[in-house]
């Protein structure tokens, strides 16, 4: 079974809308990121979020930690084509070092 | 360039070879941490290194693949004697403290294909 959940796996939109992205888990996490990936690349940080009902607000995105700790949203607004890409969340169980659990990722397209 | 390093970027392996994946963290980074990952799919946890110690190897297949990081030098990813369910994309990661909530800082990772 899937520790992160993410929801949905692929989603086409047009330039301008507005879309929501959804990691969810059973298991409360110490920490929560949220990466971008584009292809033949690696996955870059856009956000980490650590306490319950957190948000966080980078441009157009908005990052909201649930307040249990178990699941988190990823929230962009006037959607543009360089918004495309692989969003990743991860989180970490533990507060010392270990390994980051990732969620399969949301497959975004955004047409001009 | 500061950030992790992978190389090489693309290796490609008839099966029963072995490959050597490499990875140098980021500047003042001692810990790193291995993922693969199957296309259109998210990142599968390997094994997570200190220099010289080998902390969470939960995600690393019992047999063929081995890593390490020694005290001075790349960290290192052996699989010996690939097969075809071994092409994927091998991820790096480094952070510079054993905290929660210190991000992964990825490199571009090493495409390896098996014919």
């Known amino acids: 079974t899937q520790l992160l959940e993410q929801s949905p796996q692929f989603l086409s939109i047009q330039e301008g809308e507005n879309l929501t992205v959804y990691c969810n888990s059973s298991?409360?996490?110490?920490?929560l990121q949220w990466y971008r990936q584009e292809p033949g690349e690696g996955p870059v940080l856009l956000v980490t979020v650590v306490t319950g009902g957190e948000v966080k607000k980078l441009k157009r995105l908005t990052f909201q930690f649930g307040d249990a700790r178990k699941d988190s949203s990823l929230h962009i607004t006037a959607a543009q084509p360089g918004d495309t890409g692989l969003y990743l969340c991860?989180?970490?169980?533990?507060?010392?070092?270990?390994?980051?659990?990732f969620g399969d990722g949301t497959t975004l397209t955004v047409k001009p | 360039n500061a950030g992790v390093m992978q190389n090489p970027r693309h290796l490609v392996r008839r099966r029963g070879q072995e490959a050597r994946l490499r990875c140098s963290p980021m500047k003042g980074h001692s810990h790193v941490y291995w993922y693969r990952q199957l296309p259109e799919e998210g990142l599968k946890f390997m094994v997570y290194?200190?220099?010289?110690?080998?902390?969470?190897e939960s995600g690393m297949p019992k047999e063929r693949f081995s890593a390490e990081f020694p005290k001075e030098g790349p960290s290192i990813l052996r699989i010996q004697q690939v097969v075809r369910g071994d092409s994927a994309a091998y991820f790096c990661?480094?952070?510079?403290?054993?905290?929660?909530?210190?991000?992964?800082?990825f490199g571009n990772g090493t495409r390896l294909t098996v014919t």
């Open positions: 990661a480094s952070t510079s403290r054993g905290q929660g909530d210190s991000p992964l800082h």
């Open positions: 290194l200190q220099k010289e110690n080998i902390i969470d």
């Open positions: 991860a989180g970490r169980l533990n507060t010392n070092a270990g390994k980051s659990t």
């Open positions: 298991s409360v996490f110490s920490s």
